[in-house]
């Protein structure tokens, strides 16, 4: 089998587990507790805070450990909104992931929050010209993402934080796809907030960070015993906290190298399949996007049926479509870029990692050329098998 869905959950690293062994068998103490065990945590929880925020080129009092992605959207929109809500206004793309989609529909259902939608190009970008157009005096927070886990197109975050920054207003950005691939330093970004993921690096899943720039009232959204400084309670994740620095370094490390290497074969994938099959819509940009991530249309073939045949051929990818109760819900990212439904509910996404080998990628190439034929020959209408790739 080839596994060609990393955007939705990467192999955790052997290098990240060995670091992470001795937390849970010898270093294990609560960070908390005031004794030889908890002290000797505290000490290890405290050096992958300052590893973390090195890669960052923040201060170590800026880090958040959190439970993930999910946890650190959902911590940087509630607690940013609601510690300052001004004029209950929050800006956000129009193709965000459900962890910030949800939770701006919470904060307008449950406090009151007007949320402006900013459309993307037919490529997925955000024009920091309409962002500056939406900012209102009254607004309380704007969100766009680094790069989106469907398409994998890229935002020039550093613009569209400037404009926020010009304003006074708060800026967040969910980078859980684009940690692995880009760089981080959140000064050259210029975000007020930022989100990762660990599992998407090669940790565990269960870890995660939000970078909170010094100074930015935030509520917390789960109260207790007051860790991480008040804006996280809960028994921090020791091993998971360092595993997640080694998984950054390791990422960040071998950057720009491995993000060139990739954007190579990503290239070689993408003509593989658009010259093979007649028709083939590339979605998201051709060139800012993910070094990581190829994701097409095929017009007229079942995204499904395309994803059984190509696993039957033993290559695992992501459908771009929600599977409800026997039906096909088109992507609202894919509908978001312009296409229409029909289309959307042809996408089929294949993403990898920097230990994925090109030859892997040749054949997983070969094969989608193959399937697509191979279903279009047939006609076939499969059944919906599987859920929206995260
Ligand atoms: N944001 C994006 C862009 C994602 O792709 C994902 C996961 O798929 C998440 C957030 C959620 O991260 P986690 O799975 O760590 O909760």
Redesign the pocket.
Known sequence: MIYLDA???APAKREVLEEMWPLLTSTFGNPSSHHTYGEAAATELARARARIAALLGCRAGEIVFT?????A?NLALKGLALAAPRGRHIVASAIE?P??LEVLDYLRSFHGFRITTLPVSSTGVVSPSALAAALEESTTLCTV?Y???EVGTVQDLAALAGVCRAAGVPFHS?A??AAGWLPLGVDGLGVTAL?V????LGTP?GT?VLYLRAGTPCEPVLHGGGQERGRRSGTENVAGAVGLARALELAQGALPGTAVTAAGARAAFISTVLDGVPGAILTGDADRRLPNLASFCFPGVSGEAVLLELERRGIVCSSGSACAAGSTEPSPVLLALGLDEETASTAVRLSWTSDTGSDELASAAAAVVASVRAVRSLGAAYPCVGATG?
């Open positions: 955007a939705a959950t439970s993930g992605g999910t946890e959207n992931h962890s910030v993402m790069a989106n886990n969910d859980v796809q989100s993921s660990g599992h998407k899943k995660g995260p």
